[in-house]
Structure formats: C-alpha cells, structure tokens
C-alpha cells in the first residue's frame, strides 16, 4: 500500500474513532492517564515532561532509543481524539521516517476500545483487500 493510501487509511480511522465517541471529554485529559488506561504503558519522569508540556512547539533532545517517537506519536493521537477537528501532518527528513510515526500510531489503534466506528473499517479494510 502507498504511503498515501496508509495515510488516508489512518485519518479515516481517527475520524471514525472520534465520530463514534461523539464528545471529547470521554478521553482523559491527562495523556499519561491515556497511556496507562488505554495504551497499557508507564511514561518515564521524562517522558511525562513532555506528555505533559502545553507548547505548541517542543523539542525533544534525547539520547537514541529513549522513547521521542513512542511519546510523539502517543501525543498525537491523544490530540487527535481529544480535539475533534485537530489535525496532523507528519514531516520528516525521508519517507522512511515518517512511515515510522504512523505505522506507531497505526500500532496503538487495536489497543483502543472496540466501537462500532472502528469495526466498520475493519470490515472495509477486508473488502478493500479482497480486490
């Protein structure tokens, strides 16, 4: 699948995901209560930081393999469910490494609760597959 195709795939999902939950405040307003509610992992102290930061803009200065894109891509589907019209546009040097924050946040789809809105697409998906 095209990376725009993956692309268009995950904002269908959102869109049914918050569409089905009808009001924002279902969500915990805390996004590290939305981790460990929803996603089943504990932020580090540093990663609560940034979780937690209220800047538009934040820049995360930390060592490989500490958690930058985990925190983001948590961050942005958090956004996402919690503000209905919030919208994301993923930049990155390469492709490559804007597939990498998708398919994260692509990866902690399935851990939210099932709703009616997700399995339709569910069910899409599989039609779309089959032809």
């Given at each position: 699948?095209?990376?725009?195709?993956?692309?268009?795939?995950?904002?269908?999902?959102?869109?049914?995901?918050?569409?089905?939950?009808?009001?924002?405040?279902?969500?915990p307003e805390d996004?590290?209560?939305?981790?460990?509610?929803?996603?089943?992992?504990?932020?580090?102290?540093?990663?609560?930081?940034?979780?937690?930061?209220?800047?538009?803009?934040?820049?995360?200065?930390?060592?490989?393999?500490?958690?930058?894109?985990?925190?983001?891509?948590?961050?942005?589907?958090?956004?996402?469910?919690?503000?209905?019209?919030?919208?994301?546009?993923?930049?990155?040097?390469?492709?490559?490494?804007?597939?990498?924050?998708?398919?994260?946040?692509?990866?902690?789809l399935p851990r939210?609760?099932?709703?009616?809105?997700?399995?339709?697409?569910?069910?899409?998906?599989r039609v779309l597959?089959?032809?």
């Amino acid at each position: 699948m095209s990376f725009r195709g993956r692309l268009r795939r995950l904002d269908d999902k959102l869109e049914r995901v918050k569409a089905a939950r009808g009001r924002s405040r279902e969500w915990p307003e805390d996004p590290v209560e939305f981790c460990i509610q929803y996603l089943g992992f504990k932020p580090t102290v540093y990663q609560e930081k940034l979780l937690r930061d209220p800047a538009q803009f934040i820049v995360a200065r930390w060592s490989r393999q500490s958690g930058k894109t985990h925190c983001v891509a948590v961050l942005l589907l958090w956004s996402c469910l919690r503000n209905r019209w919030f919208n994301v546009l993923v930049l990155a040097p390469s492709v490559r490494q804007s597939k990498i924050i998708i398919r994260k946040i692509t990866g902690f789809l399935p851990r939210l609760p099932k709703i009616r809105g997700l399995e339709t697409f569910q069910d899409e998906d599989r039609v779309l597959q089959r032809k």
